[in-house]
DNA sequence: TTTTATTGTTTCAATTTGGCACAATAATAG
DNA sequence: CTATTATTGTGCCAAATTGAAACAATAAAA
């Protein structure tokens, strides 16, 4: 392990923590890494270069953990208390995985998290298992598994702001393809503030904001009226 | 300067900058050092002891700062890039003051910087001025001295952050003095957005929110109707 | 052709907001 | 003591926004 961080190379006790948030199947989702050899998630993080800008390096690590360049990315809370990592959980992930760090090991330190968040459209990720991950996978934000250390605080966290976000920040269609239906991006909306809208009110209010733009009639086979696509408005 | 911050005692590359906001005269203040012989402020700042929370640690630099405890603080930005403190300001400033420091010192190091910003009562603030400083005074927002590092950035960073929270949360009162006027209250909001208000509506948007206990009139002496006190409202 | 489910739009009511007017009142001028 | 002046508090009406219901359009199935 100390051969992949050297102290060196990286800042000390400073992380970055990811919550990578996808819409999917009527879901919010998070990409979350099932530790090796112990019944642990994490949220996909890394370190900070020596000469790398914290908000590059948040790039850096998502780009490793979804393949994706210009993801739309957050920074939106420092997680910064000093128990805040139990060092028995990391005790625990290290002898099952047979690793030996010294004890004065700057791993070993107290970590000030700085949390980013990440707005990705699903069906262009594909999650890439770390070497010190059993799996990495989509998760329903509502069902999470158990996380190590304050990662279930974090996600928590991102979540209000994301919320917070939504109302003045035209952000979410991140979350949707290249092209949508009201629907779909009305459902998003329902999803992330978990309450319903009315359907006529999204609409009118959605179409006012002029970021819209119609492109044509999807057909979609269901035995009613086919709704229209949009596409999010960006400056040719 | 080594025997005041003992590399041990603190996190290295950590900082914590904190914009301290006040209301005096019809306008938005910040307090700031002035730092000894270098014609440059900067924001009052500090670092991170190895066992301290970051908030903590937060508080702390502000009661060293302000002799304030139990003060309306938030965190609301990171100041991440590589190259934000410029290495000549620094030298400037250590070789003006004689002071001497290894060229390894973890005070030479890059550092990343953790944005709070502090909402004070104007008059009840003595400012405090530190063993780096030639003063530490109040500023006018709008007519900043000139500042070491990016901390004019930092600053109208926390003043966006400001103007944001404005709307759905009622901070501002933590500026005001336990009671205030109407029109006090008004200016304020008006100073912070940098746009006029109607009077009409402003009050009865406050009076609407419940928040507001009306206390008593004030004579003001002027050849006016005598306007009422107000307090903020909190459970007794 | 009729039925059914869902979409897009219109319409009307309810609420909120913007703007003006006016009464209340504390000091001052006559 | 009364009139004047400068603000403050509030009532009122119109404009804009939002909430809710109704209706027309349409793609597939019965």
Redesign the pocket.
Known sequence: MDTLFKSKDYLPHLSVDCVIFGFHGHKLKVVLPKLKKVPLCSLPGGYVRAQESVNKAAQRILRERTGLENIYLEQFCVFGESDRADPQVLRDFLVSNNISIAADSWLMQRFISIGYYALVDFSQVTTAVGAFDESCEWYDVQQLPDLAFDHADIILKALETLRLMLDHKLVVFNLLPDTF???ELQTLYETILDKPL????F???M??TGILQ?VE?????????????YRFWTMP
């Open positions: 239906t009201m629907k009315r359907r006529d009110n609409q009118r209010k179409l006012s119609r009639k999807k057909f979609t086979g269901a035995a009613n009226k086919a709704p229209y696509l």
